[in-house]
């Protein structure tokens, strides 16, 4: 079982920046691909970004590539993503998940452990 917990969304200005860390405790978090995903209000939940056990591979959805950045720290068992250059469409709940490799990372049913998630707002 992996606990995660998601911080850092809030109120930010379109142009602007917030990193959103993600905390795992419970398990072998360092064995696990890592994504974030969000939801907007109406809208499914979408793939963002993921990362491989090691950090070696990364993947983007087209809409954050070249603007987010997601990272891993094993030795402090957190996950991290950078959002650089908001825009008010990246308004949404953040979620980050954990689950094996070897399933399509863009994909929620390859996760298996979410945490609660995290508000991003981005004004106009």
């Known amino acids: 079982q992996v606990l995660l917990v998601e911080s850092g969304g809030g109120l930010v200005q379109a142009g602007g920046s917030l990193r959103l860390p993600c905390a795992a405790s419970g398990g072998a978090f360092s064995y696990y691909r890592l994504g974030w995903f969000r939801q907007a209000p109406g809208k499914e939940r979408e793939f963002v970004a993921a990362?491989?056990?090691?950090?070696?591979?990364?993947y983007y959805a087209d809409s954050v590539k070249g603007r987010f950045t997601i990272s891993r720290d094993n030795a402090k068992n957190t996950v991290y993503l950078q959002m650089n250059s908001l825009k008010p469409e990246d308004t949404a709940v953040y979620y980050c998940?954990?689950?094996?490799?070897?399933?399509?990372?863009?994909?929620?049913?390859?996760?298996?452990?979410w945490g609660q998630g995290t508000q991003v707002t981005v004004s106009s």
């Open positions: 998940a954990a689950g094996p490799g070897g399933r399509p990372y863009g994909t929620s049913h390859s996760y298996i452990y």
């Open positions: 990362i491989s056990w090691n950090g070696g591979s990364t």
